[in-house]
T-cell receptor
């Protein structure tokens, strides 16, 4: 157990819908990272927040957005969902911004039908 | 820009033999190189990492070597065991205003008993 929690574990929804994925970092960690992992694919970095502010951005679609709240938990919002958005979404946390181990949560498996 | 090539994509090794996975990166400013292990359906977990001021690091049966001139780093697993079967991802990070990990495409390692 890494100490990073993600909810929900599984999510099944229809195309065109909007969902919110939630992540709580390890106690004391200020950075939260979001990744997308499609079937048999690698980990694609989406976005990073550090202490409430966006710090780095990857290939995140405009239909996706995220934020980090004052209590440091983070939410990833996915809207106008398409079949191709079906994937495992991981969040990870680390004590600082970069240069160290990232601790991954268990992931949320999103299925868009 | 960031780009990490990982080879091979699949690797089968007899139990007890060694396994080597290699990654090549393009950004000469990269300075942090972790390796993650992901078992089926589980979260990625850091198994070893190396920084650019070190050429080699070892932890029991696992070692990582870094060649900054050639821009490649490798994971070495000795005396492989069935529990080493997993997907292994290399990653690199450039820690100057772009503090995100770029992952390789993964190597599926199978240990044959």
């Amino acid at each position: 157990d890494s100490g990073v929690t993600q909810t929900p574990k599984h999510l099944i929804t229809a195309t065109g819908q909007r969902v919110t994925l939630r992540c709580s970092p390890r106690s004391g960690d200020l950075s939260v990272y979001w990744y997308q992992q499609s079937l048999d694919q690698g980990l694609q970095f989406l976005i990073q927040y550090y202490n409430g502010e966006e710090r780095a951005k990857g290939n995140i679609l405009e239909r996706f957005s995220a934020q980090q709240f004052p209590d440091l938990h983070s939410e990833l919002n996915l809207s106008s969902l398409e079949l191709g958005d079906s994937a495992l979404y991981f969040c990870a946390s680390s004590p600082r911004s970069g240069g160290g181990e990232q601790y991954f949560g268990p992931g949320t498996r999103l299925t868009v039908t | 820009g960031e780009n990490v090539e990982q080879h091979p994509s699949t690797l089968s090794v007899q139990e007890g033999d060694s396994a080597v996975i290699k990654c090549t990166y393009s950004d000469s400013a990269s300075n942090y190189f972790p390796w993650y292990k992901q078992e089926l359906g589980k979260r990625p977990q850091l198994i070893i990492d190396i920084r650019s001021n070190v050429g080699e690091k070892k932890d029991q049966r696992i070692a990582v070597t870094l060649n900054k001139t050639a821009k490649h780093f490798s994971l070495h697993i000795t005396e492989t065991q069935p529990e080493d079967s997993a997907v292994y991802f290399c990653a690199e990070e450039t820690n100057f205003g772009n503090e995100k990990l770029t992952f390789g495409t993964g190597t599926r390692l199978t240990i044959i008993p």
